[in-house]
């Protein structure tokens, strides 16, 4: 599987656990508010397998699970032969997923290679075009939330909050999601020649609005989580 970079322990991409966070080249996707641009192209330097799992075997009395994110993982053809891989050394895994390629996901789920799942809803579906930067198979998108709700693994959706969105775009993710156990209305952060953020108070507000809809809802990037 191509790898674009490893980061070797991180206490927040996990829940609960320390992690591994092996990140893959390539996005079907042109989020304008991206901030893993470097490596979407593929054209960077990329790290051996050998040099991920011989950190993996290394560690394996620290880290308490690996992470696989990018970029947009579903991507990778070597994708199930390196989780599978990784399960063999037992580590939890979690796959970080704008969820384009339900087939994929469906595979991961059937073989009990996922432990827990994280999937970008990146806008209610009339609006993906506008919120991905390109056109998207909003049907794949509603297929792999269904696959996900209906699972018994683990799972967040969680959104970023991008100043193309609204909260009337947020409530109606919502009807979306709704039955899900976990989901998450993350702040934006504004990179060069990009819109200025929501107003956070605005985040908050929303936030509740959709807890009050569909039961969950927790922040992210404020300082606060509620």
Do not use: W
Request: aromatic share 8%; proline share 5%; net charge neutral.
């Amino acid at each position: 599987m191509k790898i674009a970079g490893m980061q070797k322990t991180s206490f927040v991409d996990y829940p609960g656990k320390l992690a591994c966070v092996v990140f893959t080249p390539h996005c079907n996707m042109k989020c304008p508010y991206c901030h893993n641009k470097h490596i979407l192209s593929g054209n960077i330097p990329l790290i051996d397998e050998e040099e991920v799992f011989a950190y993996l075997k290394k560690r394996q009395d620290v880290l308490g699970a690996v992470v696989v994110t990018g970029g947009e993982p579903t991507l990778q053809k070597d994708l199930t032969g390196f989780i599978k891989a990784v399960k063999e050394l037992g580590y939890p895994v979690k796959l970080d997923t704008n969820g384009t390629n339900p087939a994929v996901i469906k595979s991961l789920l059937n073989n009990n290679f996922l432990d827990y799942v994280a999937m970008d809803v990146k806008a209610p579906l009339h609006k993906y075009y506008e919120a991905a930067g390109c056109p998207v198979n909003v049907n794949a998108i509603a297929e792999s939330i269904r696959l996900l709700k209906a699972s018994d693994i683990l799972h967040e959706f969680r959104t970023t909050f991008a100043p193309c969105l609204n909260e009337d775009d947020i409530l109606a993710i919502g009807d979306l999601i709704k039955g899900c156990k976990n989901y998450y209305l993350q702040q934006y952060r504004q990179i060069p020649g990009e819109p200025e953020a929501h107003d956070g108070e605005y985040v908050l507000k929303t936030a509740e609005k959709m807890r009050d809809k569909i039961g969950v809802c927790q922040t992210r990037g404020l300082g606060t989580n509620l």
